[in-house]
């Protein structure tokens, strides 16, 4: 209990710090991708077979890192996200998850460098850079379960 004060007070003083505010993202965005991977363990939120539709741009967000562009496609009944954009040399993507909201909807791509979640099955693929190919999973869940409203997790603005 005495840890968690300290740790409880320090989060109340910054979250009302303004220079805080991109350390606060950072935790959300680590936090948020947990959520993300324990989601997979809950009946009903994996997709078994891909989405109908997807739109022709989408976020593709690296765990904890940047944001990226993405373009959307169809190969056969797999999707084909391509991602604009090189990442850091030391990063590594093993897989993307797709994010649907709860009326499937898409909200972006989550990049994770951990091995493929056992036993998801994927819906296609995330082509990063020139020579990297990595399994696309995807998750159906109620975006507040791991974004903060003041730290979106799939920026609109990389879009533009």
């Known amino acids: 209990m005495v840890a968690r004060l300290p740790l409880a007070m320090i989060l109340a003083l910054t979250a009302c710090d303004k220079t805080a ?33 997807l739109p022709e741009k989408l976020v593709v967000r690296l765990v904890a890192g940047p944001a990226y562009r993405g373009l959307s496609g169809k190969v056969g009944e797999s999707w084909v996200i391509g991602m604009e954009g090189d990442l850091p040399p030391n990063i590594h993507p093993a897989f993307g998850v797709l994010i649907l909201d709860k009326s499937s ?56």
């Open 21 to 53: 505010g991109d350390a606060l993202c950072g935790f959300n965005a680590v936090a948020g991708s947990t959520i993300l991977l324990n989601q997979f363990s809950v009946p009903n939120s994996t997709l078994a077979t891909p989405p109908a539709t």
């Open 105 to 160: 909807k898409a909200r972006g791509v989550v990049l994770f460098e951990s091995p493929p979640v056992k036993g998801a099955p994927p819906i296609g693929t995330v082509s990063i850079g020139s020579a990297s190919v990595v399994p696309l999973l995807g998750l159906e869940i109620d975006p507040t379960a791991f974004e903060d409203a003041h730290c979106p997790f799939f920026p609109d603005s990389v879009l533009q």
